[in-house]
Structure formats: structure tokens, C-alpha cells
């Protein structure tokens, strides 16, 4: 998919370490690629810079927004004068799905199409080849346009904000483990049985399949309380090791959520 008088031409907006791999990889693979950033650095070989934002913008096909979701806002309002009828403007930030709503609601008077655009996993070292949800008015047209550079994507939704609801609802557990694991590391570190727990999570990971994630969430649920008071002394532990308990006090106030809600179901049911 491309127009007929030429390759697509895609502005990239943020030359970050995600950003520069994937204007790299869409200027490897044929596309008139605009590259901008206020603040140029690290590897920019094989990037056309633009000269200036609009430079990038102006009359592109597409508009990938790479930067922080922070200056996301900022970034749509700027582009916005310089948007078409018929092109593409897509937003790849980790952002909430409000966020990405109102950046839709931002990009929609120009005519352009909107993209909520959530990256599954690390930019580095896969580029433009980085699994991607999509959603949103122009999901179909740039999964299009990405298929034909590698990209593995999926279309999960119409509107904007349901592909970030599923990267965030993914990185709740995700980034949530990874604290949890990191913190549980450090109290093994401090306690001096570190190799021996980094041996029993490992086993754990490798032998998970779909039965140890219904024993996980049955047995929460079931054994909430009991559990509530093990994690406060698990906090005691970290706390006589001087190891933050950061982890592992919102554990405890999770259980403690969970068995309250368990009770209040339960007399409701009695009366």
C-alpha cells in the first residue's frame, strides 16, 4: 500500500531510542521517512532529519507520535494545523486510554485518521518488527502500511484507548511481578538465601501453564485473609532487614480488600 506517485512518506515524531530504531527500520524498508526532534541525539545514521516539525508533518501520508505520553498532548495540538483529509495520525506513547481519547478528539476536526498504537514489548532490539496492538478509525489502514514492514499487529478495537487498556491491563501484572520479584530478591539478598529463591521463581515460571493461573486467583480469593496476615509478617521481615517493604505492603492491603469484600457478601447473604 503505498501512492501512486511514490513511496509513503511517514513523519516520525520523537527520536528517542524507540523512535530512531523504528524511523531507521521504515527508511530501511522503502518509506519517505521525516524525522524530528527538538533535541537530536544518540544514533541518527540513516534517518532523514526534517529541518523543522512541520517540515515532518506537512502533506505526510502518516504521523507516528513516539515520545513521551506527557508531551503527547503537545504534540497533537502542534500537528494538528498541518493534518489532511486521508492521512494518518497515530499515537505509539504508553498512555491511559482518557489520554488517548482526547488525542483522537484533538486529531478529528483535520480529518485525518486516528490511531491509539500500543508497543506489546521492548522496542529494542526488533524496531518497526515490535508486536503492536491497534485501535481506532484508522487501525485498518495502518495495520496495512505496517504489515508491509514486518510489524506483527493486531486490530482490537474501533476506538480509541482499547489497545492501551489492554497493554496497561498487561503491564499491571507484568511490571506489578517484576516489582514484586525484584523486592522479593532483595529481602532474599539481605536475608543470605537469594540462590536458592532465584532457583524456586525460576522453576515457578517455567512449569506456569493455564491451571497455575486458576490455583493463583482461586487461591487468593479463598484464602485471603489467612494470606493477609502472612504478608504482614513478611513486612516485618523486609522491615528488620531494611529492605523497602513497598511490594509488600500493597499486598497486604489488596488481601485485606479482597477478604473485606468477601465478608460483606457474606452477611448480605445471611440477613
Known amino acids: 500500500m503505498q501512492p501512486d506517485n511514490g513511496p509513503i512518506s511517514i513523519a516520525v515524531l520523537g527520536l528517542g531510542e524507540a523512535g530512531s530504531l523504528i524511523a531507521r527500520d521504515l527508511a530501511r524498508g522503502g518509506a519517505a521517512v521525516r524525522g524530528w526532534d527538538p533535541d537530536l541525539h544518540g544514533d541518527l545514521a540513516g534517518i532523514p532529519i526534517a529541518s523543522s516539525f512541520a517540515e515532518a508533518v506537512r502533506g505526510a501520508d502518516v504521523?507516528?507520535?513516539?515520545?513521551?505520553?506527557?508531551?503527547?498532548?503537545?504534540?497533537?495540538?502542534?500537528?494538528?494545523?498541518?493534518?489532511?483529509?486521508?492521512?494518518?495520525?497515530?499515537?505509539?506513547?504508553?498512555?491511559?486510554?482518557?489520554?488517548?481519547?482526547?488525542?483522537?478528539?484533538?486529531?478529528?476536526?483535520?480529518?485525518?485518521?486516528?490511531?491509539?498504537?500500543?508497543?506489546?514489548?521492548?522496542?529494542?532490539?526488533?524496531?518497526?518488527?515490535?508486536?503492536?496492538?491497534?485501535?481506532?478509525?484508522?487501525?485498518?489502514?495502518?495495520?496495512?502500511?505496517?504489515?508491509?514492514?514486518?510489524?506483527?499487529?493486531?486490530?482490537?478495537?474501533?476506538?480509541?484507548?482499547?489497545?492501551?487498556?489492554?497493554?496497561?491491563t498487561r503491564s499491571v501484572f507484568y511490571k506489578g511481578m517484576s516489582a514484586a520479584i525484584c523486592e522479593a530478591l532483595e529481602a532474599a539478598r539481605a536475608a543470605g538465601v537469594e540462590d536458592w529463591l532465584r532457583g524456586d521463581i525460576t522453576r515457578t515460571l517455567a512449569t506456569a501453564d493455564a491451571s497455575t493461573l486458576t490455583r493463583v486467583v482461586d487461591g487468593t480469593h479463598k484464602h485471603a485473609k489467612r494470606r493477609a496476615h502472612e504478608m504482614r509478617d513478611a513486612v516485618e521481615l523486609l522491615d528488620e532487614l531494611g529492605v523497602p517493604a513497598t511490594i509488600t505492603r500493597a499486598t497486604v492491603e489488596s488481601l485485606e480488600r479482597i477478604a473485606a469484600g468477601q465478608a460483606s457478601a457474606s452477611s448480605s447473604i445471611s440477613r
Do not use: H
Not at 481519547?101 to 480529518?111: C, D, N, T, Y
Open 63 to 168: 504521523v507516528l507520535s513516539v515520545n513521551w505520553a506527557i508531551a503527547a498532548l503537545d504534540v497533537a495540538r502542534e500537528a494538528f494545523p498541518l493534518l489532511r483529509p486521508g492521512c494518518i495520525y497515530a499515537d505509539l506513547n504508553t498512555a491511559g486510554p482518557s489520554l488517548k481519547q482526547e488525542l483522537a478528539a484533538i486529531v478529528a476536526p483535520s480529518g485525518a485518521a486516528f490511531v491509539d498504537v500500543a508497543m506489546m514489548t521492548p522496542v529494542p532490539p526488533l524496531g518497526v518488527r515490535v508486536p503492536m496492538f491497534l485501535a481506532g478509525d484508522g487501525a485498518v489502514a495502518l495495520a496495512g502500511i505496517l504489515r508491509l514492514f514486518g510489524t506483527p499487529l493486531e486490530i482490537v478495537g474501533s476506538q480509541p484507548g482499547e489497545a492501551a487498556a489492554r497493554k496497561l
